[in-house]
């Protein structure tokens, strides 16, 4: 079975401060994501990555980073953090090839919030 | 471009009663198509999808989907419902490849005992 795990799974910061938001998958995808996911907007693409020190903009960047350093990690950064950001933070992961294409795996989700 | 409407937030349903969860999309290109379910304080999982093929896909946990070209509709069904089925389901839609999978907003499902 595919595992996408996530360092935390509820987080407190406050306004201002640097959050690192860390992914890890163990299967070995080339495809991975950051997600937001909240009541009434459903999931928002935040970045994602196809490759190792690759990164494309989702729909809503803005005040996010990120970084892929190796293949099964992609972590999520928060420069400074504001309190619109409080969210649910989700990652996920797929491979490349027919049949699995955009099969998405996700991790549990890390609830964020900034006070 | 390529987006997704799930036309009901909520659905209650008492147990043991059929379920249909509706969802629509547009694309200009071939699609695949997906729907997740997302239990309480979990990550969403995969529940089935669409590639090709027959147009009647079937799932885990006795959910099936059924793709419609001509009204551009995938709706999720459930002839019985459990307790255990109350959870958020998200409809999702991918032309393939490298493009960017687009998720409905979710559609609350709540089972009734």
């Known amino acids: 079975d595919v595992k996408v795990t996530q360092s935390s799974r509820y987080l407190v910061k406050r306004t201002g401060e640097k959050v690192f938001l860390e992914c890890v998958q163990d299967?070995?995808?080339?495809?991975m994501f950051w997600y937001r996911q909240d009541p009434g907007l459903g999931l928002r693409l935040i970045y994602f990555?196809?490759?190792?020190?690759?990164?494309e903009k989702g729909d809503i960047p803005e005040g996010y980073s990120v970084s892929r350093e190796k293949k099964e990690r992609f972590s999520l950064i928060l420069e400074s953090a504001s309190t619109n950001q409080t969210s649910m933070y989700l990652c996920?992961?797929?491979?490349?090839?027919?049949?699995?294409?955009?099969?998405?795996?996700f991790g549990p989700g890390t609830r964020l919030t900034v006070l | 471009a390529q987006s997704v409407t799930q036309l009901d937030s909520q659905v209650p349903v008492f147990e043991e009663a059929p379920v249909e969860l509706r969802c629509n999309y547009s694309?200009?290109?071939?699609?695949?198509l997906f729907w997740y379910v997302q239990y309480p304080n979990q990550g969403l999982q995969l529940l089935l999808k669409?590639?090709?093929?027959?147009?009647l896909v079937k799932g885990i946990n006795g959910f099936e989907a059924e793709f419609n070209k001509s009204q551009t509709s995938f709706h999720l069904r459930k002839p019985s419902v459990h307790i255990s089925d109350t959870a958020e389901y998200f409809c999702?839609?991918?032309?393939?490849?490298?493009?960017?999978?687009?998720f409905g907003i979710g559609t609350k499902l709540q089972v009734i005992p």
């Open positions: 669409y590639l090709s093929g027959s147009t």
């Open positions: 990555s196809y490759d190792v020190k690759m990164k």
């Open positions: 999702a839609v991918s032309a393939g490849g490298y493009q960017k999978v687009t």
């Open positions: 996920a992961s797929s491979a490349i090839g027919t049949g699995e294409a955009d099969t998405q795996y």
């Open positions: 694309s200009s290109v071939s699609v695949y």
């Open positions: 299967m070995d995808h080339e495809n």
